[in-house]
């Protein structure tokens, strides 16, 4: 039987709590119990309980959610699923398992000790595997290999029938196909409560990877600079780092505001055989960013082991398994907003233009030094068009992927944070690359491919078109499978499948 | 078996148009001749259609005078209570949310008009609200959320100022019927004690629902006859008698309730008609002595002796109407049909309706309550 927790118990404090501060906005909003999750049985029963009390459930994995949608549940029960974070085989089966309770970090460290194996996404270590799979995932090696969910070949959920009856599925393409392929892309939170994620195979864990950081700071930085960093990016993804060769290498700028200092460009590296024998992509990549004389170099924390190997450009040797775990603390008092981008193409003058205007952008008295937006290097296998039907993540034309984030500790400043991060994104798309009827949104075209549901962000529904943002050609197939697989609703938040 | 009474589609028609031709020189001086303040003694009709309410006064029991007509999102349903009337919005997204809302507006005391005093959201996925009713304290008012398969609670503060959601009660449920994918609940009530009665009509269930600390639990269900769609209840006056009307297939039912323990007892009757279609209208007289109800075809008349069943006497043929309102008075039942108001006198004697007269002519009325 589940653990639990109420209102009356000391640990309710600290378990209601999401991990972004801002949730739940109002205290009237939260939860009354959260129900901790030890087994498939005990999550079934849990989940009956809640049905026939007639309580609305919300499911946390991870807790990473950067909306309300597990928080935000006016009395009733949050299904806690951190504790089931099986990460190998079963007795009985000898594929691969990942529970959804599993943060990223334990499932690499695991399916690389256990079998030298590991999931090509994401990059925070402490996300956990139940809303990140089913929203996609990608991470470090997906340029390699793909997405996470593109390698999914079963789902085990409890859904919840027109009856109220729960029960727990395996769906896979040839069983349950249609919400197989919902849960391979649709996001968390909208068909059922996924237990294990199944894999057939997996990728192998690089040997190594090279890991390389060049800083500019922002006592330094000139317009003409700052465009010819993001234009060299920008231009590199779009073209050369689509060719297979390149597909090993995966970067990010992390285009800081200025009141933080600095501005950085990172790259992780092995060639697509999982070595760093030929660091010749690597070195042809940082050579791009010679003539802006980045001032600093430094290594990504945690580094334990410098390699000793550098070429003509500052790389460091890390082990693979010492990759990817960020840790971090579960519930955060950080406030923060988000906002994502899907590009499929390099950045436009104007955009860098909107990108300095708003980095350099000050707002007395509020703290933009936590302000960032992060450029993820995308496409190569996560663009194979065979997936777009398998999968439900339409984004496989992009070659960049940007994440807005803002974060602030104090209430008061809420109203700013919020502005800043909608003026910025606001303006950015509201130009000639969006038509008219789409200003104001990266809408799927010829210049962008939407928002990444992962990185979800509650202003979009204010567009009534916001699914087609999300999930392109394919909200009509989530329609269907949302009615015929949760015909009652009873998993539900604002961003969820709407029927 | 209902017999048409001594009227026709020319008849009706000729009292229509001379009824509308009253309503049309009005209209022709002008919004403020019509929004004249009605004398004291008025009652008023509230009247919701797609996108608006109407307010009338009803001048000596059977002339409806436009007072007065303000914006709402489809309102559905519409409650009355201590001079505050309650709306729930058939919406399926406020504030870019899934989920409708209900408004609160206050009455003027004298002259009958509307004055918005508050929206409140329900809660999320609580879309297409389809009925509500108020406390007998008027402390909070229940919301059946068709769309949304629940039940919102919401306080009302002393002013008549709708508080935020403080329960909800999701449901589940289906049946076999094509529109009974999941659970629909249809109606709702409460009883002389405060307890809840709802009906579901897409899991053919009745429930009874006790409030409590702002919350509902299930007291006790009921499952009706599978695919009937129980869609409209009312209760007898001795609340001892709850009246069914089931939409999907066409049939009224009459059932025991307790309401010392709030239990629904024992099914006593069911009629069948002969229409069937997704809304079913009942209305009870105050002395509770006739049901009226509607399945869109024509009004029925049913006599209820002391045992409480239901014995059909003449009724009207050839309206449609969607929802039926006997005055608190016992004199008129009020009829909304697809662009009308229609009136029909009681006789005092054997409650009979006569004719029916248009008084008002509305684009998709929907809702009425008098006050």
């Given at each position: 039987?589940?653990?639990?927790?109420?209102?009356?118990?000391?640990?309710?404090?600290?378990?209601?709590?999401?991990?972004?501060?801002?949730?739940?906005?109002?205290?009237?909003?939260?939860?009354?119990?959260?129900?901790?999750?030890l087994?498939p049985?005990?999550?079934?029963?849990a989940?009956?309980?809640?049905?026939?009390?007639?309580?609305?459930?919300?499911?946390r994995?991870?807790?990473?959610?950067?909306?309300?949608?597990y928080?935000?549940?006016?009395?009733?029960?949050l299904?806690?699923?951190?504790?089931?974070?099986h990460v190998?085989d079963?007795?009985?089966?000898?594929?691969?398992?990942?529970?959804?309770g599993?943060?990223?970090?334990?499932?690499?460290?695991?399916?690389?000790k256990?079998?030298?194996?590991?999931?090509?996404?994401?990059?925070?270590?402490s996300?956990?595997?139940?809303?990140?799979?089913?929203?996609?995932?990608?991470?470090?090696?997906?340029?390699?290999?793909?997405?996470?969910?593109?390698?999914?070949?079963?789902?085990?959920?409890?859904?919840?029938?027109?009856?109220?009856?729960?029960?727990?599925?395996?769906?896979?393409?040839?069983?349950?196909?249609?919400?197989?392929?919902?849960?391979?892309?649709?996001?968390?939170?909208?068909?059922?409560?996924?237990?294990?994620?199944?894999?057939?195979?997996l990728?192998?864990?690089?040997?190594?990877?090279?890991?390389?950081?060049?800083?500019?700071?922002?006592?330094?930085?000139?317009?003409?600079?700052f465009?010819k960093?993001?234009?060299?990016?920008?231009?590199?993804?779009?073209?050369?780092?689509?060719?297979?060769?390149?597909?090993?290498?995966?970067?990010?700028?992390?285009?800081?505001?200025?009141?933080?200092?600095?501005?950085?460009?990172?790259?992780?590296?092995?060639?697509?055989?999982?070595?760093?024998?030929?660091?010749?992509?690597?070195?042809?990549?940082?050579?791009l960013?010679?003539?802006?004389?980045?001032?600093?170099?430094?290594?990504?924390?945690?580094?334990?082991?410098?390699?000793?190997?550098?070429?003509?450009?500052?790389?460091?040797?890390?082990?693979?398994?010492?990759?990817?775990?960020?840790?971090?603390?579960?519930?955060?008092?950080?406030?923060?907003?988000?906002?994502?981008?899907?590009?499929?193409?390099?950045?436009t003058?104007?955009?860098?233009?909107?990108?300095?205007?708003?980095?350099?952008?000050t707002?007395?008295?509020?703290?933009?030094s936590?302000?960032?937006?992060?450029?993820?290097?995308?496409?190569?296998?996560?663009?194979?068009k065979e997936?777009?039907?398998e999968?439900?993540?339409?984004?496989?034309?992009s070659?960049?992927?940007l994440?807005?984030?803002?974060y602030w500790t104090?209430?008061?400043?809420?109203?700013?944070?919020?502005?800043?991060?909608?003026?910025?994104?606001?303006?950015?798309?509201?130009?000639?690359?969006?038509?008219?009827a789409?200003?104001g949104?990266?809408?799927p075209?010829?210049?962008?491919?939407?928002?990444?549901?992962?990185?979800?962000?509650?202003d979009?529904?204010?567009?009534?078109?916001?699914?087609?943002l999300?999930?392109?050609?394919?909200y009509?197939?989530?329609?269907?499978?949302?009615?015929k697989?949760?015909?009652?609703?009873?998993f539900?938040?604002?961003?969820?499948?709407?029927? | 078996?209902?017999?048409?009474?001594?009227?026709?589609?020319?008849?009706?028609?000729?009292?229509?148009?001379?009824?509308?031709?009253?309503?049309?020189?009005?209209?022709?001086?002008g919004?403020?001749?019509?929004?004249?303040?009605?004398?004291?003694?008025?009652?008023?009709?509230?009247?919701?259609?797609?996108?608006?309410?109407?307010?009338?006064?009803?001048?000596?029991?059977?002339?409806?005078i436009?007072?007065?007509?303000?914006d709402?999102?489809?309102?559905?349903?519409?409650?009355?209570?201590?001079?505050n009337?309650?709306?729930?919005?058939?919406?399926?997204?406020?504030?870019?949310?899934?989920?409708?809302?209900?408004?609160?507006?206050?009455?003027?005391?004298?002259?009958?008009?509307?004055?918005?005093?508050?929206?409140?959201?329900?809660?999320?996925?609580?879309?297409s609200?389809r009925?509500?009713?108020?406390?007998?304290?008027?402390?909070?008012?229940?919301?059946?959320?068709?769309?949304?398969?629940?039940?919102?609670?919401?306080?009302?503060?002393?002013?008549?100022?709708?508080?935020?959601?403080?329960?909800?009660?999701?449901?589940?449920?289906?049946?076999?019927?094509?529109?009974?994918?999941?659970?629909?609940?249809?109606?709702?009530?409460?009883?002389?004690?405060?307890?809840v009665?709802?009906?579901?009509?897409?899991?053919?269930?009745?429930s009874?629902?006790?409030?409590?600390?702002?919350?509902?639990?299930?007291?006790?269900?009921?499952?009706v006859?599978?695919?009937?769609?129980?869609?409209?209840?009312?209760?007898?006056?001795?609340?001892?008698?709850?009246?069914?009307?089931?939409?999907?297939?066409?049939?009224?039912?009459?059932?025991?309730?307790?309401?010392?323990?709030?239990?629904?007892?024992?099914?006593?009757?069911?009629v069948?008609?002969?229409?069937?279609?997704?809304?079913?209208?009942?209305?009870?007289?105050?002395?509770?002595?006739?049901?009226?109800?509607?399945?869109?075809?024509?009004?029925?008349?049913?006599?209820?002796?002391?045992?409480?069943?239901?014995?059909?006497?003449?009724?009207?043929?050839?309206?449609?109407?969607?929802?039926?309102?006997?005055?608190?008075?016992?004199?008129?039942?009020?009829?909304?049909?697809?662009?009308?108001l229609?009136?029909m006198?009681?006789?005092?004697?054997?409650?009979?309706?006569?004719?029916?007269?248009?008084?008002?002519?509305?684009?998709?009325?929907?809702s009425?309550?008098?006050?």
């Amino acid at each position: 039987m589940a653990i639990l927790v109420t209102r009356d118990d000391v640990r309710f404090e600290n378990l209601r709590r999401a991990r972004n501060g801002r949730w739940p906005a109002d205290p009237a909003d939260g939860i009354s119990r959260v129900a901790l999750c030890l087994s498939p049985e005990d999550t079934e029963e849990a989940l009956q309980r809640v049905i026939n009390a007639g309580q609305r459930p919300t499911i946390r994995s991870g807790g990473h959610c950067y909306e309300d949608f597990y928080a935000n549940n006016p009395k009733g029960t949050l299904i806690d699923m951190s504790m089931m974070d099986h990460v190998g085989d079963l007795p009985h089966d000898a594929r691969y398992r990942v529970s959804a309770g599993a943060t990223l970090a334990k499932a690499y460290q695991d399916l690389y000790k256990l079998y030298n194996l590991t999931l090509p996404g994401g990059t925070c270590g402490s996300v956990g595997a139940g809303g990140h799979i089913t929203g996609g995932g990608y991470g470090f090696v997906s340029r390699l290999y793909g997405t996470t969910a593109d390698w999914v070949t079963g789902v085990d959920i409890l859904t919840v029938d027109s009856k109220g009856k729960v029960a727990l599925r395996t769906c896979t393409a040839k069983q349950d196909g249609d919400l197989f392929r919902a849960c391979r892309g649709a996001g968390g939170g909208n068909f059922g409560v996924i237990i294990d994620y199944i894999f057939d195979k997996l990728p192998p864990a690089p040997q190594e990877v090279m890991v390389s950081n060049m800083i500019f700071p922002w006592a330094e930085m000139t317009e003409e600079k700052f465009t010819k960093i993001v234009d060299a990016f920008g231009g590199y993804f779009a073209a050369r780092g689509q060719d297979p060769d390149t597909w090993g290498l995966f970067a990010v700028i992390e285009a800081n505001h200025r009141e933080s200092g600095f501005v950085r460009v990172s790259a992780q590296f092995c060639n697509p055989d999982g070595t760093c024998k030929d660091t010749k992509v690597l070195d042809e990549f940082l050579a791009l960013f010679d003539a802006c004389k980045p001032s600093a170099v430094s290594p990504a924390p945690p580094v334990s082991r410098p390699a000793a190997g550098f070429g003509p450009h500052m790389m460091t040797r890390v082990p693979w398994a010492e990759t990817g775990a960020a840790g971090g603390t579960r519930h955060g008092s950080t406030r923060a907003k988000y906002k994502s981008t899907c590009m499929k193409k390099n950045f436009t003058a104007r955009e860098i233009r909107l990108f300095y205007k708003h980095l350099t952008r000050t707002m007395p008295g509020v703290d933009l030094s936590h302000t960032v937006v992060e450029v993820d290097s995308y496409g190569g296998a996560m663009n194979r068009k065979e997936m777009l039907e398998e999968t439900v993540a339409f984004q496989r034309s992009s070659v960049m992927k940007l994440q807005f984030q803002t974060y602030w500790t104090d209430p008061a400043e809420d109203e700013a944070h919020l502005t800043w991060i909608r003026e910025f994104y606001k303006e950015l798309y509201s130009s000639p690359e969006v038509d008219a009827a789409h200003q104001g949104t990266p809408f799927p075209g010829e210049s962008y491919e939407g928002c990444y549901i992962n990185w979800c962000d509650q202003d979009m529904i204010e567009y009534a078109y916001w699914p087609e943002l999300y999930y392109g050609p394919n909200y009509k197939f989530l329609q269907q499978v949302k009615k015929k697989y949760d015909p009652n609703n009873v998993f539900h938040h604002a961003m969820s499948i709407r029927a | 078996m209902t017999q048409p009474i001594g009227w026709d589609r020319r008849r009706f028609v000729q009292i229509a148009s001379s009824t509308w031709l009253l309503g049309a020189v009005g209209s022709r001086f002008g919004w403020a001749a019509s929004l004249a303040d009605p004398p004291r003694s008025a009652r008023f009709a509230y009247i919701g259609a797609e996108h608006e309410i109407h307010v009338y006064s009803i001048a000596g029991g059977d002339r409806f005078i436009k007072l007065q007509r303000v914006d709402s999102a489809n309102p559905v349903a519409l409650a009355i209570r201590n001079r505050n009337l309650y709306v729930a919005n058939c919406v399926t997204g406020y504030g870019s949310l899934p989920r409708g809302s209900v408004e609160a507006y206050a009455i003027d005391s004298i002259t009958g008009k509307l004055l918005l005093t508050n929206r409140a959201p329900l809660a999320l996925s609580a879309i297409s609200p389809r009925d509500l009713a108020v406390a007998p304290d008027g402390r909070c008012v229940v919301v059946a959320v068709h769309g949304g398969g629940a039940y919102n609670v919401l306080s009302i503060d002393e002013d008549g100022r709708l508080g935020r959601v403080s329960g909800i009660l999701k449901e589940t449920g289906s049946g076999p019927h094509s529109l009974q994918a999941s659970a629909h609940p249809s109606a709702v009530m409460f009883d002389r004690v405060g307890r809840v009665l709802t009906a579901d009509q897409g899991s053919d269930t009745l429930s009874v629902l006790t409030p409590c600390s702002g919350e509902l639990t299930v007291a006790d269900r009921c499952a009706v006859t599978a695919g009937s769609g129980p869609t409209s209840i009312v209760l007898d006056a001795d609340c001892r008698r709850l009246y069914v009307a089931h939409a999907l297939n066409g049939s009224l039912s009459s059932f025991e309730y307790d309401a010392r323990i709030g239990r629904i007892l024992r099914r006593e009757q069911t009629v069948w008609l002969s229409v069937v279609g997704e809304r079913a209208v009942m209305a009870i007289h105050p002395s509770g002595e006739t049901l009226y109800s509607s399945h869109g075809d024509g009004i029925r008349v049913w006599r209820i002796p002391a045992n409480g069943s239901l014995n059909a006497l003449p009724g009207v043929d050839g309206i449609r109407p969607n929802t039926l309102q006997v005055t608190s008075d016992g004199k008129c039942l009020l009829a909304l049909c697809s662009d009308a108001l229609l009136r029909m006198k009681i006789n005092a004697g054997s409650q009979l309706l006569a004719a029916p007269v248009k008084v008002a002519s509305l684009s998709k009325p929907m809702s009425i309550a008098v006050l």
